[in-house]
């Protein structure tokens, strides 16, 4: 199989229960939800990705023909860092449109905990550490446990009443970018505090300032 990356790098992660972790993020080129071109947007499942995931021309991104080749790429990442503590995050666009069992077993080989953030749309291949649900729009979700499902908020076709009921160690709330934001985030408030199964996540490396 070739594997198709937008890019890699090295940074914190800035949401959910990981918040803070220094992590390489693998991000894949591609997704089911919708084609990343602003033509196509207003007909995409997800209409509010502000995410590039179209094409292999990122910083370290490229085509890799095997899995040994993509995490060897990934571990270059870590190559300075101390050895201990090595974490990937597999992101998209929707990696488990690529993301297999081969290739989580290479970033096991090199000693890597593997995250896997997803919209749910797609079946998880096992060995994976940490698994992320973040539903968008009407798409249908399979993927019904995990370790946290983290809800972009407020959307009217996706409310979190549809997903109490799943099998997640972690319910997250974050608020949605944009023009509304502030007042997205003060909805966030609101809903937390009358339904306390959720938690606010906040982006914090947009916050802070970094990738």
């Given at each position: 199989m070739t594997y198709s990356v937008k890019e890699i790098f090295y940074s914190l992660q800035g949401e959910g229960a990981q918040a803070g972790r220094a992590s390489v993020f693998l991000r894949f080129a591609g997704c089911n939800l919708w084609s990343g071109l602003e033509i196509d947007r207003s007909e995409a499942v997800c209409k509010f990705c502000d995410t590039?995931?179209?094409?292999?021309?990122?910083?370290?991104?490229?085509?890799?023909?095997?899995?040994?080749?993509?995490?060897?790429?990934?571990?270059?990442?870590?190559?300075?860092?101390?050895?201990?503590?090595?974490?990937?995050?597999?992101?998209?666009?929707?990696?488990?449109?690529?993301?297999?069992?081969?290739?989580?077993?290479?970033?096991?080989?090199?000693?890597?905990?593997?995250?896997?953030?997803?919209?749910?749309?797609?079946?998880?291949?096992?060995?994976?550490?940490?698994?992320?649900?973040?539903?968008?729009?009407?798409?249908?979700?399979?993927?019904?446990?995990?370790?946290e499902l983290k809800l972009v908020y407020p959307q009217l076709d996706c409310l979190p009443e549809q997903f109490e009921q799943m099998s997640f160690d972690h319910f997250f709330l974050q608020p949605m970018d944009g023009p509304e934001a502030l007042d997205n985030v003060q909805k966030v408030i609101t809903y937390c505090l009358a339904h306390p199964k959720w938690r606010m996540s906040l982006q914090t490396h947009k916050i802070v300032g970094i990738a």
């Open positions: 590039d995931f179209v094409g292999t021309d990122g910083a370290g991104g490229g085509k890799f023909k095997t899995a040994e080749a993509l995490a060897e790429a990934v571990d270059g990442f870590w190559s300075s860092i101390a050895p201990e503590n090595k974490y990937v995050i597999c992101t998209g666009g929707e990696p488990l449109l690529q993301l297999d069992v081969p290739l989580i077993q290479a970033f096991k080989a090199r000693g890597f905990e593997v995250a896997i953030e997803t919209n749910g749309t797609k079946r998880v291949p096992e060995g994976g550490d940490w698994v992320c649900v973040s539903p968008k729009g009407t798409s249908q979700i399979i993927v019904t446990q995990g370790n």
